[in-house]
């Protein structure tokens, strides 16, 4: 655990140096320049350009934005609720929806995601639904979230003309949510042979390293019974379009409240539907990779480097990524621990639910 925790922190401080700072390993390794100089010496940011930046922001755009999002909990809530049916078919939505925002804020506050425990914690002990199933669940919400991200990742990957390197990692990254995705259906349709087919695969290796993946496999195959046994694919399509909907509309709002929609950035005008979709892919790669609390650091890098790839200069790009960054941090936070409280809940409760605590 807390070696995870020391990655997910090296990580956003590594990307939060490259967003400030450009590194000039050819002159360290000449000799012509000493570390701190290597390191310190190539600013990549303005400071003063910054804040002129962040100052300019429309911030009737960045209040729309806010609207959104807090539209697309309800929605989200709501898809949640239809996929926890077949766990509790009486499920009520407040409690879905108390106890989804209290693990957002407990993800903004907290490393390793412990909001997704807590938030079954949550649930669990508001519905009397075991934790376990509800955990379940989770996992079912995010193969269905990674679905819909894989599909935006085929249109942006078709039309959108990505430098080569990047284009390559998308690919790589899309064809491993593929054999991910064939994974799980796999286990779906066929979940013993999916797990003799793995049992085979792993038998070269020590059966202390084989156990622990084999029944980490056999429990999350059990938490995709949920999907046999839901009857409501169609409102579970309809709400996770429209969750993507509020999401790349989000984005459009945040171009218009950094006058990004001008001829100055063709790229963008030519296509703003496009350049939403491709900066929410950004977005979702940004917010999935280990990091600090609330994706500080690797949201910034991630979100800035898309951004620029629109010809957007790094000024702009940042001050695009702050904004963006706290325009989901705060309210999801302030909003958590509205419900969090509303539940009667103390973060004592969360200690006790810590991995290492369990």
Known sequence: MKRRIAVGLALS????????????????????????????GQPRIDLHQLGE???????????????LLLASLFFRAQRWRIILQPVSPQIRYWPVYAAMNAGYMINNVLPL???????AYILGKAENVSKSS??????VERVIDSLAALILLGVTLFFFPFPNWIRNGLFYLGGAIILLIIFLFALLI??????GFVRRIL??????????????????????????SSHHYVAILIYTIILQVCYIVSVFVMLLAFN??????????????????VLLVIITIGISIPSAPGAVGTFHGIVALGISLFG??????LGFAIILHLVNYIPLTALGLACFWSQHFKFSDVRQQLPSAS
């Open 203 to 228: 038998k070269p290796l020590p059966k202390k390293w084989t156990e622990p993946v084999l029944n980490a496999i056999n429990s999350f195959s059990g938490g995709l019974e949920i999907l046999r």
């Open 190 to 195: 066929n979940t013993a042979w999916t797990l």
């Open 113 to 119: 995601r412990l909001g997704e425990i807590f938030r």
């Open 260 to 277: 990004l929609m001008s001829p100055e950035y063709p790229m963008i005008i030519a296509n703003p539907l496009l350049a939403s979709v």
């Open 53 to 67: 930046v962040l100052a300019q922001v429309h911030f009737l755009y960045i209040s729309l934005s806010v609207l």
């Open 13 to 40: 401080l590594l990307f939060i140096y490259l967003a400030f700072w450009k590194v000039n390993l050819a002159g360290l390794f000449s000799g012509e320049t000493g570390l701190f100089a290597a390191l310190f």
């Open 134 to 139: 509800v955990l379940a669940t989770i996992i």
């Open 312 to 317: 957007v200069s790094a000024e702009i790009s």
